[in-house]
């Protein structure tokens, strides 16, 4: 065999040992200035994965930040955003890829920061172990149990707690033992199965790949021994069939396949599968991978299947085992971590995305939040950046899923916000609520068309939004005698009314103002079922919440009315008396003082009630009523 054919071979046996080789994800985390940068950096040092040249701008970037004597600052080798080196703070999460004699990696370097936690979510959701860094001479901090919690909640069993910076507390047995100690106690109400403490120093190099001579009184694992060896999660594939279809495949009228990753179980062809929601079944005609064709496929392959008849399946459908399928609920109890600056709260709408299919829930109670400290249970009304929470939650029409500790992949979601489209939480669905396998809705013999043709009117919600002594009111009553003159069937909402009734125990926080528009648009939902056409005269300040109401609706029957008019001039008219006592300090909340109005930004209509006449403007609502 001459030198061309041995080097063929010998890269052909490396690519064969590469390819059986298991790949292990672990998450570091802990707190600001831990060390997770520099422990990656570390490691990718030690397993002699740079390049000469890196190494050699490490140490002249090293030189640059102050790094005393010939040590390199690893972490400058992770913390590649601009950001990051003016703050000295990871924000973004930073993957990492190498391989040992043994395993494959993918670690992922999580932000520190509070304000970042919410990165963090991302790098924890799909990793293996935790490394959770803590630095010897602080201890456990708030943001060591924050990412601890995080790191339990989105089901990771192992963690190592690697207790840095070993070498500026001069190797301390008795400091090791004490950090170990506080955080067990911490971690005993935690669902890890196997928490293995490792005294380090990353910048020495301690106990990464080889053991230190300066910890002789430890003797556990090194920090790469463990992760070498410790077990990845195992791939659902003894589950039963899942896979939420993606894309609906068809090329040309001849053929039409599904296409999805496969989430649990296996699949082989001529079994009988279902689909869900809609309950069709179906057998597996082929399944195909790119241009082959296989006799069966398991969790983690990405597929495409044909069935043996024609079903209507859709993107966000799940394919399952017919003899074993998927819950469907519209209801569930959710651990939930909330992402964005916008508070949360109960009764405000979202996109939901559960593996692939996109719905509208609506949070509909905040049971508690978890103090991070003492993981006790608190009350809130509202959700803020980094909250932890367990929440109920509803969406619009029942969705198939699995419970998040069975099967992440069809338990874990998102929030999405209607408005931004900026993803506002992170969720794990705990169950389904049994109210939801006891409440269901009840076909009725007259439905609305009946009772509009008996009305002789189409049904519409009027929904009037503006300032407190804009005019919604006096538009409203001079609306309704216009229409109601004219034989048309009205009902008006008026937000002092129902508070005296229906909202008696609403108060104006935004919490209670948010509860008061949905039980409004649930109202007017209803009346116009009932082929009535209604009135609605609410500030409804915010937009998250009118946006809600519309989407009750069908295109047509939603008309939203801006009564434009500046709070200079509605301060002036004053007719309650409410601007007076909001400036002195008497009406917290009031809108327009001290809580904001979200004016429209496309309004179906617009009247300024400064510049118009009452009639004028009930005469270009009219021309616009199409009933």
Same mark, same amino acid.
Not at 217 to 246: C, H, I, S
Not at 385 to 410: Q, W
Not at 507 to 532: C, H, P, Q, Y
């Given at each position: 065999?001459?030198?061309?054919?041995?080097?063929?071979?010998?890269?052909?046996? *490396?690519?064969?040992?590469?390819?059986?080789?298991?790949?292990?994800?672990?998450?570091?985390?802990?707190?600001?200035?831990?060390?997770?940068?520099?422990?990656?950096?570390?490691?990718? *040092?030690?397993?002699?994965?740079?390049?000469?040249?890196?190494?050699?701008?490490?140490?002249?970037?090293?030189?640059?930040?102050?790094?005393?004597?010939?040590?390199?600052?690893?972490?400058?080798?992770?913390?590649?955003?601009?950001?990051?080196?003016?703050?000295?703070?990871?924000?973004?999460?930073?993957?990492?890829?190498?391989?040992?004699? &043994?395993?494959?990696?993918?670690?992922?370097?999580?932000?520190?920061?509070?304000?970042?936690?919410?990165?963090?979510?991302?790098?924890?959701?799909?990793?293996?172990?935790?490394?959770?860094?803590?630095?010897?001479?602080?201890?456990?901090?708030?943001?060591?149990?924050?990412?601890?919690?995080?790191?339990?909640?989105?089901? $990771?069993?192992?963690?190592?707690?690697?207790?840095?910076? #070993?070498?500026?507390?001069?190797?301390?047995?008795?400091?090791?033992?004490?950090?170990?100690?506080?955080?067990?106690?911490?971690?005993?109400?935690?669902?890890?199965?196997?928490?293995?403490?490792?005294?380090?120093?990353?910048?020495?190099?301690?106990?990464?790949?080889?053991?230190?001579?300066?910890?002789?009184?430890?003797?556990?694992?090194?920090?790469?021994?463990?992760?070498?060896?410790?077990?990845? &999660?195992?791939?659902?594939?003894?589950?039963?069939?899942?896979?939420?279809?993606?894309?609906?495949?068809?090329?040309?009228?001849?053929?039409?396949?599904?296409?999805?990753?496969?989430?649990?179980?296996?699949?082989?062809?001529?079994?009988?599968?279902?689909?869900?929601?809609?309950?069709?079944?179906?057998?597996?005609?082929?399944?195909?991978?790119?241009?082959?064709?296989?006799?069966?496929?398991?969790?983690?392959?990405?597929?495409?299947?044909?069935?043996?008849?024609?079903?209507?399946?859709?993107?966000?459908?799940?394919? %399952?085992?017919?003899?074993?399928?998927?819950?469907?609920?519209?209801?569930?109890?959710?651990?939930?971590?909330?992402?964005?600056?916008?508070?949360?709260?109960?009764?405000?709408?979202?996109?939901?995305?559960?593996?692939?299919?996109?719905?509208?829930?609506?949070?509909?109670?905040?049971?508690?939040?978890?103090?991070?400290?003492? *993981?006790?249970?608190?009350?809130?009304?509202?959700?803020?950046?980094?909250?932890?929470?367990?929440?109920?939650?509803?969406?619009?029409?029942?969705?198939?899923?699995?419970?998040?500790?069975?099967?992440?992949?069809?338990?874990?979601?998102?929030? $999405?916000?209607?408005?931004?489209?900026?993803?506002?939480?992170?969720?794990?669905?705990?169950?389904?609520?049994?109210?939801?396998?006891?409440?269901?809705?009840?076909?009725?013999?007259?439905?609305?068309?009946?009772?509009?043709?008996?009305?002789?009117?189409?049904?519409?919600?009027?929904?009037?939004?503006?300032?407190?002594?804009?005019?919604?009111?006096?538009?409203?009553?001079?609306?309704?005698?216009?229409?109601?003159?004219?034989?048309?069937?009205?009902?008006?909402?008026?937000?002092?009314?129902?508070?005296?009734?229906?909202?008696?125990?609403?108060?104006?926080?935004?919490?209670? &103002?948010?509860?008061?528009?949905?039980?409004?648009?649930?109202?007017?939902?209803? #009346?116009?079922?009932?082929?009535?056409?209604?009135?609605?005269?609410?500030?409804?300040?915010?937009?998250?919440?009118?946006?809600?109401?519309?989407?009750?609706?069908?295109?047509?029957?939603?008309?939203? %009315?801006?009564?434009?008019?500046?709070?200079?001039?509605?301060?002036?008219?004053?007719?309650?008396?409410?601007?007076?006592?909001?400036?002195?300090?008497?009406?917290?909340?009031?809108?327009?003082?001290?809580?904001?109005?979200?004016?429209?930004?496309?309004?179906?209509?617009?009247? *300024?009630?400064?510049?118009?006449?009452?009639?004028?403007?009930?005469?270009?609502?009219?021309?616009?009523?199409?009933?």
């Amino acid at each position: 065999m001459d030198s061309q054919q041995t080097s063929i071979a010998r890269a052909n046996q *490396y690519l064969t040992e590469q390819t059986k080789l298991s790949t292990l994800r672990f998450i570091t985390c802990g707190s600001v200035d831990d060390g997770k940068s520099t422990l990656i950096g570390r490691i990718l *040092y030690e397993a002699q994965i740079l390049f000469e040249n890196q190494i050699e701008t490490l140490k002249k970037e090293s030189m640059k930040s102050g790094t005393q004597g010939n040590e390199i600052d690893f972490a400058l080798l992770l913390d590649g955003l601009e950001a990051e080196r003016e703050q000295g703070i990871t924000i973004d999460v930073a993957y990492r890829y190498f391989t040992t004699k &043994r395993r494959k990696f993918i670690v992922a370097d999580t932000p520190g920061h509070e304000q970042y936690t919410r990165n963090m979510v991302t790098g924890a959701s799909t990793a293996d172990v935790a490394v959770i860094l803590v630095d010897a001479r602080k201890g456990i901090l708030e943001q060591t149990r924050r990412h601890s919690i995080i790191c339990s909640t989105l089901g $990771i069993k192992r963690i190592v707690l690697a207790i840095n910076k #070993m070498d500026l507390v001069d190797y301390d047995h008795d400091i090791f033992d004490h950090i170990e100690d506080d955080y067990r106690t911490f971690a005993d109400q935690l669902n890890f199965e196997s928490i293995t403490p490792i005294p380090i120093s990353a910048l020495k190099g301690c106990n990464i790949l080889q053991p230190a001579t300066q910890t002789e009184w430890y003797k556990g694992p090194t920090l790469m021994g463990f992760l070498e060896a410790v077990e990845t &999660r195992q791939l659902l594939t003894d589950d039963p069939f899942r896979m939420p279809v993606q894309w609906v495949n068809r090329p040309n009228l001849d053929f039409r396949g599904f296409a999805g990753t496969i989430a649990a179980g296996h699949i082989d062809v001529g079994q009988n599968v279902r689909i869900l929601p809609s309950g069709e079944t179906a057998n597996i005609k082929e399944i195909l991978l790119f241009k082959d064709s296989l006799a069966s496929a398991e969790a983690d392959q990405a597929v495409t299947l044909t069935l043996d008849r024609e079903v209507d399946i859709s993107r966000g459908d799940l394919i %399952v085992a017919a003899d074993a399928p998927a819950e469907i609920s519209d209801q569930f109890e959710i651990e939930l971590m909330w992402m964005d600056h916008e508070p949360g709260y109960s009764g405000r709408s979202y996109f939901l995305k559960l593996g692939t299919s996109l719905v509208s829930a609506q949070i509909t109670d905040i049971k508690h939040k978890i103090n991070i400290n003492t *993981y006790e249970k608190l009350s809130a009304n509202k959700l803020e950046l980094n909250d932890l929470s367990v929440v109920t939650l509803r969406t619009d029409h029942p969705i198939p899923f699995e419970k998040y500790e069975d099967c992440a992949g069809l338990g874990g979601l998102i929030l $999405i916000d209607r408005i931004s489209n900026q993803t506002v939480a992170a969720g794990m669905i705990k169950f389904a609520l049994r109210r939801a396998r006891n409440v269901h809705m009840h076909k009725l013999e007259i439905d609305k068309p009946s009772r509009q043709r008996l009305n002789g009117h189409k049904s519409k919600v009027i929904w009037f939004t503006g300032l407190s002594g804009s005019g919604k009111s006096t538009i409203a009553n001079a609306l309704e005698v216009e229409l109601h003159s004219r034989g048309i069937r009205t009902y008006i909402l008026d937000g002092d009314n129902i508070r005296h009734g229906l909202n008696n125990d609403l108060g104006f926080t935004d919490a209670d &103002r948010v509860e008061n528009i949905r039980r409004i648009s649930e109202v007017a939902k209803l #009346m116009v079922d009932a082929g009535i056409v209604v009135i609605t005269a609410f500030i409804s300040p915010f937009k998250a919440e009118r946006n809600m109401a519309r989407a009750l609706f069908e295109d047509d029957e939603f008309v939203e %009315v801006f009564v434009d008019t500046p709070l200079a001039l509605a301060e002036s008219r004053d007719p309650k008396g409410l601007y007076k006592k909001a400036r002195k300090g008497e009406l917290p909340n009031f809108t327009g003082i001290d809580s904001p109005y979200e004016a429209p930004e496309n309004p179906e209509m617009r009247v *300024y009630t400064d510049t118009q006449d009452l009639d004028v403007i009930v005469k270009s609502l009219m021309a616009q009523m199409d009933l």
